[in-house]
């Protein structure tokens, strides 16, 4: 059984750091590619970052380039986004999620429909 928990999320000011970790359970997590997605109130939840099985591959939306990086620990079964020059705007449920469908095409579009297990998410607050 997938089990997906994120931890990590927090209240920043503008301009601050958070780092979010997803530990991943109950399947060979190697084996999966992952992504990070969240969601506002009132708004669909979008794909932030993807990451292939061996992590050689990223893939970012376009308004988190250059501040928020994915990374993956396969020996720790764990799932990173480093999240810097936060902004408001960023506020959000964050949610990590699994997939075995992992061409690069298909992790470039960070469709949440593309992803099969998700986690609880983690509430990420930036304020101005």
């Known amino acids: 059984q997938v089990q997906l928990v994120e931890s990590g999320g927090g209240s920043v000011q503008t301009g601050g750091s958070l780092r979010l970790s997803c530990l991943a359970s109950?399947?060979?997590?190697?084996?999966?590619?992952m992504g990070w997605f969240r969601q506002a109130p009132g708004k669909e939840r979008e794909g932030v970052a993807t990451?292939?099985?061996?992590?050689?591959?990223?893939f970012y939306a376009d308004s988190v380039k250059g501040r928020f990086t994915i990374s993956r620990d396969n020996a720790k079964n764990t799932l990173y986004l480093q999240m810097n020059s936060l902004k408001p705007e960023d506020t959000a449920m964050y949610y990590c999620?699994?997939?075995?469908?992992?061409?690069?095409?298909?992790?470039?579009?960070?469709?949440?429909?593309?992803?099969?297990?998700w986690g609880q998410g983690t509430q990420v607050t930036v304020s101005s």
């Open positions: 990451i292939s099985t061996a992590g050689g591959g990223t």
């Open positions: 999620a699994a997939a075995t469908y992992c061409l690069d095409y298909a992790l470039a579009r960070r469709r949440p429909a593309d992803f099969g297990y």
């Open positions: 109950g399947y060979t997590y190697s084996r999966y590619c």
